[in-house]
């Protein structure tokens, strides 16, 4: 054993010991947990965190103690110690310090997650999904997969997350990974119809698996792009993992159709009765040669997610999360390898979900040296995209940012079917991006004059 994993080992036992011990009396024991935490992060990669979660804590009337509570009462306690030891200590704590230590000597991104496709096949054909043009015949062999799990590992990444096409089209192999690689979290983005029984009670056995459940609205808006009856199997899926105390969240796309029902405080209470821990939102993106701009949200719809949202995390226990109006928390566009990469089932590594462009593939580079390939390394020297977070991303919110980056590279489309002209996939968002940014610069000077007000006052 080599000294670097005899050390972390020992402070894994160590954490593991104080999890044992706050899971006794999680309501008494979690406030003496955050000092010893503290102990074992010399880098201060949580601090900010324990702050803020030590806080909260202290209130018991506070929304985020209540939500810290019900994942005790709610999750089998053997899902939740491995989970919660899986992401606090592998993920967060020593993966972090192994992170930094491999972006101070490599000089480029390293990703808290990897995001991978096992395969492009699905059961369903959604309105809108690129998924559907790359065809049911790419698959990442269980081989290749695992050894993405290990060279990632090696830089500090414990947490991996499938999408596709539907993940679950390949749930035995994705069972078997979650077994081997028993000290990390997976998670998957799952249109949810292929969850019974038998997958949940595999689920419970390995402990370390949780689904977000893609859900479009209620049952009109989630058939309607989806498929009839796609709701009602959806709903049953949950209703198996809420009896079986598991955990999952839902993945939810806003569209000029839905947004204001997926934004609305009755969809999130549904969400949160049917059993759901966390909601992750995503804005709709015209990627794909079947992709339908007039999907693309108003202005008005955006800043009325980002302000719902934001009401949410004050008011309910769910946690939440909007992949690009939380920009300002994250400081920007989070890809290219800067908290999280793509490979496809192709083998393509590409720096986000949303942008099919690369300029290496799994099965010629390692991961490592895809991130010092050109087009990962203009993601490092140009983020963040913008000043204003609020409009971080290079394609929705700054498209010429995209053309110059996959131009200078000499990236190429990883869209197999019909490729796409950087510039033809930018014209698409540039009204979109027009439109915004007036509304986004106007919240972001306000949500700077607070944090500034809040600052004097403390």
């Known amino acids: 054993m080599s000294e670097r994993t005899f050390s972390e080992s020992l402070k894994s036992l160590g954490l593991k010991v104080v999890f044992n011990y706050l899971d006794s009396d999680p309501e008494n024991n979690i406030p003496k947990v955050f000092d010893w935490i503290r102990k074992f992060d010399k880098n201060n990669m949580v601090a900010h965190q324990m702050d803020l979660v030590e806080s909260v804590f202290q209130d018991e009337d ?240 955006r800043k009325f997610m980002y302000e719902r949202i934001r009401e949410y995390r004050r008011t309910k226990p769910i946690f939440t999360m909007d992949f690009w109006n939380d920009g300002e928390y994250v400081h920007g566009c989070i890809a290219g390898g800067r908290n999280y990469l793509h490979i496809n089932a192709n083998g393509d590594i590409e720096p986000c979900a949303f942008i099919h462009y690369s300029d290496s593939n799994i099965h010629e580079k390692t991961i490592l040296e895809a991130l010092k390939s050109p087009l990962f390394m203009q993601y490092r020297e140009n983020q963040p995209f913008n000043q204003n977070h609020l409009r971080p991303c290079p394609l929705l919110d700054n498209p010429d940012a995209l053309v110059r980056m996959v131009e200078k590279s000499g990236a190429k489309s990883t869209h197999l079917k019909e490729p796409e002209d950087v510039r033809e996939v930018s014209a698409k968002c540039q009204e979109a991006a027009k439109k915004w940014a007036p509304v986004a610069d106007e919240l972001w000077e306000k949500s700077m004059k607070a944090k500034e007000e809040a600052l004097v006052k403390n």
């Not at 009670?201 to 058939?223: H, K």
């Not at 009856?229 to 049953?236: E, F, I, N, P, S």
Request: aromatic share 10%; hydrophobic share 40%; glycine share 6%.
């Open 62 to 301: 506070n929304i985020w103690h209540k939500y810290m509570i019900s994942l005790y009462r709610d999750i089998d306690n053997d899902v939740r110690k491995t989970l919660f030891e899986n992401f606090l200590i592998n993920s967060t704590i020593l993966g972090g310090q192994r992170r930094k230590k491999a972006i101070e000597e490599n000089d480029c991104n390293i990703p808290w997650a990897i995001l991978m496709d096992p395969t492009s096949a699905c059961n369903l054909n959604c309105i809108g999904c690129w998924a559907a043009d790359y065809g049911k015949h790419m698959n990442l062999d269980y081989d290749t997969l695992d050894n993405i799990i290990r060279q990632g590992k090696e830089l500090g990444v414990y947490m991996y997350i499938f999408s596709g096409g539907e993940p679950l089209v390949r749930k035995k192999d994705v069972i078997k990974l979650c077994e081997k690689h028993n000290d990390c979290v997976f998670l998957a983005f799952t249109n949810g119809t292929l969850i019974d029984e038998e997958f949940a009670d595999d689920m419970l056995r390995v402990r370390n698996f949780v689904p977000a459940i893609s859900v479009e609205g209620f049952e009109e808006a989630t058939d309607s792009r989806r498929g009839q009856g796609t709701y009602k199997a959806v709903t049953k899926a949950m209703e198996i993992l809420k009896n079986k105390k598991l955990p999952f969240g839902v993945s939810c796309c806003y569209t000029r159709n839905n947004t204001e029902v997926i934004g609305s405080e009755e969809f999130i209470d549904d969400m949160i009765k049917r059993g759901a821990k966390f909601a992750w939102f995503f804005t709709y993106m015209p990627i794909g040669k079947d992709a339908v701009p007039d999907l693309l949200v108003t202005p008005e719809q």
